[in-house]
Structures are given as structure tokens and as C-alpha cells.
């Protein structure tokens, strides 16, 4: 018997629910695309029916519906900015590693 599957995203750019898949599917989840080629048929069907579609199992819904939150509004926390020990570069928290010499986030600065 097949998995029962919901609806986590839908929209009318097809970009950007590709890019929702992407972020799903690099959390090593499931995902399914539907729809993705009805635009052209807006008008004669609902166009809420033409828009692609990311869909996953049911059992995933909450863990893809948060990431899919993050992937558009961005994380909850923000983590602070940090120094660089090894050459003062300061960073935006957002960075794991100093962009400057490639130096890991010590961790005293690790994200929240």
C-alpha cells in the first residue's frame, strides 16, 4: 500500500518550488513534484489547480512544513555574528566558516 502524501507547498513559480524541493530533499527527506506543467492550462481548468506543487508523506509533514517555513521566511533564531580567531575577519552569523581563510565558527559562537 502506498504512502499517504500531503501538500506541504504550492505556488505559481516553478523556480521557487523548486527550490522548496531542493531544501527538502538536502534534509534527506522525500519529496514529490506535481504539476508542474499545467500552467499552460490556466483558463480552462482553476488556475489554483495549474500551480506546482511540493508534496511529502504524511509521516514528514511537520519536519517539511518547517523547513519550507525556514526556506522562505528564514531560520526562527537568527545566530550573532562572530570573530574570526584566526584572522579577525567579522562574520554575519549565518556563516559556519570565516569566508576569509576558511577557519570553522569556534564554539563558543556555534549557532543556537
Not at 20 to 37: K, Q, Y
Not at 51 to 68: F, K, M, Q, T
Not at 73 to 100: N, T
Amino acid at each position: 500500500m502506498a504512502a499517504v502524501q500531503v501538500c506541504v507547498f504550492r505556488h505559481p513559480n516553478v523556480l521557487l518550488v523548486s527550490h522548496v524541493r531542493n531544501v527538502i530533499e538536502n534534509a534527506g527527506l522525500s519529496v514529490t513534484l506535481r504539476n508542474l506543467t499545467l500552467a499552460g492550462g490556466a483558463g480552462e481548468l482553476p488556475p489554483d489547480q495549474c500551480e506546482a506543487e511540493v508534496w511529502v508523506d504524511a509521516e514528514i509533514e511537520a519536519p517539511a512544513s518547517e523547513l519550507v517555513r525556514e526556506a522562505l521566511d528564514g531560520p526562527a533564531v537568527v545566530a550573532p555574528g562572530w570573530r574570526c580567531p584566526g584572522c579577525a575577519e567579522q562574520l554575519e552569523g549565518v556563516f559556519d566558516r570565516c569566508w576569509q581563510c576558511g577557519r570553522e565558527r569556534p564554539a563558543e559562537f556555534a549557532s543556537i
